[in-house]
């Protein structure tokens, strides 16, 4: 904060020019929360700071949306001379944009003391909505703020195509309404597949995100009519860490044209969601209409339904072939349609109950609301009643399990994140537990048994029991279903070079060996000199596991492993998947100690996970 001296004593308070933040009131800092309390006049610059930072405040306010700057001046000059508490309100922080320079100028010019309190400006507040860092290390490391050229003119030396060449992120302010210039200036330096984000009213309730490219962003913009009070995020950064362009453009091709997301915390997810991995869902819901009474009902529905929605068209759905692409991506698919017609869509891409979405139809005058796909594992029943609520219509289930009201074991697997080895076995359980046949659960080490849901027992055999549960694949006499803890390290190293498929190759004889199911394996570690090491980087993906790395000198730390010098004269690690293994379990253990292959080293470790009755 900046105080400048100067002017009368006690009596005079300095003018405080104070950044309002982007518009939510929470934004606002404590000390800007006070002035604007304690003040007695307040200029605020109306075209930006929504009224509701004002409501309450005793001062006597002054929009200075209409004003020229010699009528803010006169008010701000006066304010002082009486003795008053004045506070010159700009949206954001008062740094960026705002024209405090040449009021600051010409309170100097009076003699007049003023203090800078610092907001939350607009482009940053638009980062945290769409939930993303600028700042990916070894991707980008600078962060540039600038505008286009309008009636302000912008130093040549500054343009757009200039900044453009240096790639990092971009945060542009004021821009908006040139969007076309915008993406055309863009692409003289960023590839034209470089994702951009356009977010407008940024923490206000009404926020709108809009995402794209520099190929296609002008053109949605244009769809969703947003010309002002926005700004323009542009860069690889948009697209997070640890992430191949391949992976994620899917985000920003063209089946997201249509329209605009709502504001919604959880829209942010569905950048973090399409870059986690390509398998990956996202929370949005399609809801995809016929006809203009289908489209009124759409709107009603995804006005109010949690999390974010996005409206199509059932011809264009049709046109442009998007559901097959979208299929694995989406959460959930709301028709409002004849089942019939919905039935028929999505017939081609139905393959199985974990990676489907759930799909609900809701008959075009909003009387019934039928779950069709994925009523359990994807949530489609519980999405048919929320509609059936928003739309006081009939929610209609049919899967047996809700109806009969026995436990779902399907969504008390997901509860604990227990994969089925073979899931062809759960129906034989739930079939068991229609019957009313109790179910026996034999647990495995490192698995902590707190509670089990009605209907299951455990059993000390794991011969006869129904379900296994745990990191190990049971015995050949066990006709059980096999349901895998993720609750295993697999700690690594390999020759530098080594191809993928060699590796993945000695990964199975090793796994296989020790019963161990591929899905049981949550994390790759390794030295971090091998962090890229593309055959370790492969098979991290492959496990759809994290990958995590250590320094020689944590590895050196570890005291048990045994050592090699062969390692340590290529790496400067007395060993390195033993210990690597087993600082990635936190209270786990050794369970297989290293083996050596020609190539690569392996070993395990194992973290203990609770089950309860939860689901
Ligand atoms: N000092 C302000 C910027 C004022 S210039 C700040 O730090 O945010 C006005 C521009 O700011 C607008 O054209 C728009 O680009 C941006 N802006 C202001 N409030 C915004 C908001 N809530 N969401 C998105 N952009 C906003």
């Known amino acids: 904060m900046h105080s400048k001296k100067g002017g009368g004593g ?36 109306g075209s930006l700071v929504p009224k509701t930072l004002l409501h309450g405040c005793r001062a006597r306010l002054f929009n200075s949306a209409g004003m020229h700057l010699d009528q803010v001046m006169e008010i701000l000059i006066k304010g002082y001379r009486q003795g008053l508490k004045v506070v010159r309100l700009h949206t954001g922080d008062p740094s960026l944009y705002s024209a405090i320079a040449e009021q600051i100028s010409l309170l100097e010019k009076e003699f007049i003391p003023y203090q800078v309190v610092p907001g939350i400006t607009s482009g940053l507040a638009a980062c945290a909505s769409l939930g993303v860092e600028l700042t990916i290390p070894e991707k980008v490391q600078t962060v540039i703020i600038s505008r286009i050229s309008g009636r302000t003119p912008v130093p040549e030396k500054e343009s757009l195509e200039k900044l453009s060449k240096i790639q990092g992120s971009l945060i542009l302010y004021l821009s908006i309404s040139h969007i076309e210039k915008v993406t055309k200036q863009l692409s003289k330096g960023y590839p034209l597949d470089t994702p951009v984000a356009v977010v407008e009213k940024a923490s206000w309730p009404e926020e709108k995100i809009v995402l794209g490219t520099i190929s296609n962003i002008a053109q949605k913009v244009k769809k969703t009519g947003i010309k002002k009070t926005a700004v323009i995020i542009v860069g690889e950064a948009l697209l997070g860490i640890d992430n191949p362009k391949s992976t994620c453009s899917r985000l920003y091709c063209k089946e997201f044209s249509h329209g605009y997301r709502k504001g919604n915390t959880q829209d942010t997810k569905l950048i973090k969601a399409f870059s986690a991995s390509p398998s990956a869902k996202t929370d949005l819901t399609l809801i995809v209409y016929l006809g203009s009474k289908g489209h009124i009902l759409a709107e009603q529905i995804s006005q109010k339904l949690n999390g974010p929605s996005r409206l199509i068209r059932y011809s264009e759905l049709k046109e442009d072939q998007s559901l097959q692409k979208m299929w694995e991506q989406i959460s959930a698919i709301i028709f409002v349609c004849a089942c019939q017609i919905a039935v028929r869509t999505i017939a081609p891409f139905i393959k199985d109950k974990y990676t489907d979405p759930a799909v609900v139809a809701v008959d075009e005058s909003g009387k019934n609301v039928v779950c069709l796909l994925s009523g359990h594992l994807g949530g489609g029943n519980k999405l048919a009643k929320n509609v059936a609520d928003i739309l006081k219509a009939r929610p209609v289930i049919t899967t047996q399990s809700d109806i009969m009201e026995l436990a779902p074991i399907d969504l008390w697997t997901k509860a604990h994140n227990l994969l089925p080895t073979d899931s062809r076995k759960l129906k034989h359980v739930q079939a068991l537990l229609r019957n009313g046949d109790t179910i026996k659960v034999f647990i495995q080490d490192h698995v902590i048994l707190k509670a089990l849901p009605e209907g299951l027992v ?100 570890v005291t048990g492993p045994e050592t090699s010098k062969v390692v340590l004269d290529s790496v400067g690690a007395k060993a390195v998947a033993e210990p690597a293994a087993m600082l990635c379990c936190r209270d786990g253990k050794l369970i297989v100690k290293k083996e050596k292959f020609d190539c690569c080293t392996f070993s395990i470790a194992a973290t203990r996970v609770e089950i309860t009755d939860r689901y």
């Open 10 to 45: 006690q009596k005079y308070k300095p003018v405080y020019f104070v950044g309002a933040g982007p518009g939510d009131p929470e934004l606002l800092t404590i000390k800007a929360r006070r002035l604007l309390d304690e003040a007695h006049v307040i200029v605020y610059t």
């Open 458 to 557: 455990r059993t000390k055999s794991e011969d006869c029991a129904d379900i296994v549960i745990g990191p190990f694949i049971p015995g050949p006499n066990s006709n059980s279903l096999h349901l895998a803890t993720r609750n295993l390290c697999l700690g690594t190293g390999c020759h530098k070079g080594l191809a993928p498929d060699r590796l993945f190759e000695k990964m199975k004889n090793f796994l296989e060996k020790h019963s161990i199911p591929e899905l049981s394996i949550e994390k790759v570690c390794t030295i971090d000199k091998k962090a890229k090491e593309p055959a370790i980087v492969e098979l991290a993906k492959y496990l759809e596991a994290t990958l995590l790395t250590f320094s020689s000198e944590e590895l050196n730390n």
